[in-house]
């Protein structure tokens, strides 16, 4: 088990990469607290079963990005009930497809919100036990298109590139606290909200790029997240790490 008995915050736990992310987390021993948007009876049942199979601690969170207020509250929430915390997976975040030129400033300044300001509040908070601490690890879920670009996806790829030149900043101020700051980039993966977002054509075209020939699945990514969230990468800090099957 790579993080066993470690306590670890995920954002968007309830589908997708972060659900996967929840399990496999759960698999090598950790302790999570699992944040979501909603906390329903699918979700609580999920998190039985879970507990069940893995015999570990998994306590509901509700977080909505969209919302400064609440994000405040669910971060003093979980500091408020764990003593030590040794990783957060800022996974959670939101998507939008339309040509630059369509984009309302109001438009990009929501996704801005969720996926770049809600989070770093998110994380400063949460980064106050760990810095008492002196130790901690931090992944910040960003995207190939925040690294390429893509067509209808300016307001997003933005969102996300910022994600990545921030955790290169925080790895350099954070270090000298022995806590890391990294990013995994998934390129598309097959996930609901990916399906929901993208067009088959763009996603045939997609495929036809990666050296692989197929889409991730959100299991490949949580590896990498699992990877990055052990000692095994103790000397791996401030980088971006692509998972896109060789674009």
């Known amino acids: ?8 915050v995920i954002t ?21 607290f699992a944040c979501v948007r909603e906390i329903d009876n699918n979700f609580k049942s999920q998190i039985k079963k879970i507990e069940k199979k893995y015999k570990n601690k998994i306590t509901p969170i509700q977080l909505d990005l969209s919302n400064i207020e609440n994000v405040k509250i669910a971060a003093k929430d979980i500091i408020s009930k764990c003593g030590n ?5 800022n996974n959670a975040g939101s998507i939008y497809t339309g ?5 309302t400033s109001k438009k990009l300044k929501e996704l801005f919100e969720i996926n770049f300001f809600s989070q770093s509040e998110f994380t400063q ?19 190939t298109s925040g690294i390429d670009g893509n067509i209808g996806r300016s307001a997003y790829s933005s969102s996300k590139a910022a994600l990545i030149i921030q955790s290169k ?19 598309l993966t097959d996930t609901r909200m990916m399906t929901e977002n993208t067009d088959q054509k763009n996603i045939d075209q997609f495929i036809e790029t990666t050296s692989l020939k197929r889409l991730a699945s959100a299991e490949e990514i949580a590896n990498v997240i699992l990877f990055l969230s052990s000692d095994l990468s103790s000397y791996i800090t401030g980088q971006t790490v692509r998972v896109d099957g060789g674009i």
Do not use: H, Q, W
């Open 125 to 143: 908070y949460l980064i106050k036990p760990m810095l008492k601490n002196k130790k901690g690890n931090i992944i910040f879920v960003s995207s």
């Open 85 to 89: 915390l040794d990783i957060l997976v």
């Open 12 to 32: 968007g736990c309830n589908r997708g990469i972060g659900e996967k992310i929840l399990e496999v987390f759960s698999e090598n021993g950790a302790n999570i």
């Open 99 to 103: 040509l630059f030129s369509m984009t």
């Open 169 to 187: 900043s925080m790895a350099k101020e954070l270090g000298r606290y022995n806590i890391r700051v990294n990013c995994v980039a998934p390129g």
């Open 1 to 8: 088990m790579l993080i066993k008995n470690k306590t670890a």
